[in-house]
T-cell receptor
Framework: SAVISQKPSRDICQRGTSLTIQCQVDSQVTMMFWYRQQPGQSLTLIATANQGSEATYESGFVIDKFPISRPNLTFSTLTVSNMSPEDSSIYLC???????????FGPGTRLTVT | LAKTTQPISMDSYEGQEVNITCSHNNIATNDYITWYQQFPSQGPRFIIQGYKTKVTNEVASLFIPADRKSSTLSLPRVSLSDTAVYYCLVGASGTYKYIFGTGTRLKVLA
């Protein structure tokens, strides 16, 4: 298993600004993912955070808007850039450990853009 | 990645067995079937995962027919605390990526 923490847990931001969300895992993991969950909706995969290389983004998400860093096997950041009210969501990171396809999710970061 | 279809919502009473069925007609040979539970303001939590036939753990059972085009999550004797959204996911082989569907909102009534 894995214990995942995210910072901040929530934030209220002004439109046009940027917020960086941190994801810390208590063990080294190969795969890390970032998701977005809008109010009352399901989770949408933003990107796969690859250690030592550029993140792989899903359709509809671009690096300029959601730059991701993965400096080591236990840490990643997601930045939400030039925010608008439409970016108000919960942002979650998840990890895969070992040989199982089981993903462990962080508690999420609740972002409100005003 | 295979698309999944599951009921939007279900109601049940405490103590009953709940079965949530998921359809995944385009499942690939190497895909696993995984179910997650999500409470409000929390990240999804892994419940159970299987490839074929039946899998059982301490909280649920997963039934997968031979053609693997559907699966059923069975929750024995639900309680109020089982009220949550349940997601059926298919895929992950090779990429470890999951695509979340709409999920099933289970409401357990007293």
């Amino acid at each position: 298993s894995a214990v995942i923490s995210q910072k901040p847990s929530r934030d209220i931001c002004q439109r046009g600004t940027s917020l960086t969300i941190q994801c810390q895992v208590d063990s080294q993991v190969t795969m890390m993912f970032w998701y977005r969950q809008q109010p009352g909706q399901s989770l949408t995969l933003i990107a796969t955070a690859n250690q030592g290389s550029e993140a792989t983004y899903e359709s509809g998400f671009v690096i300029d808007k959601f730059p991701i860093s993965r400096p080591n096997l236990t840490f990643s950041t997601l930045t939400v850039s030039n925010m608008s009210p439409e970016d108000s969501s919960i942002y979650l990171c998840s990890v895969v450990t070992g040989e199982s396809y089981e993903q462990y999710f962080g508690p999420g970061t609740r972002l409100t853009v005003t | 990645l295979a698309k999944t279809t599951q009921p939007i919502s279900m109601d049940s009473y405490e103590g009953q067995e709940v079965n949530i069925t998921c359809s995944h007609n385009n499942i690939a040979t190497n895909d696993y079937i995984t179910w997650y539970q999500q409470f409000p303001s929390q990240g999804p939590r892994f419940i159970i995962q299987g490839y074929k036939t039946k899998v059982t753990n301490e909280v649920a059972s997963l039934f997968i027919p031979a053609d693997r085009k559907s699966s059923t999550l069975s929750l024995p004797r639900v309680s109020l605390s089982d009220t949550a959204v349940y997601y059926c996911l298919v895929g992950a082989s090779g990429t470890y990526k999951y695509i979340f569907g709409t999920g099933t909102r289970l409401k357990v009534l007293a």
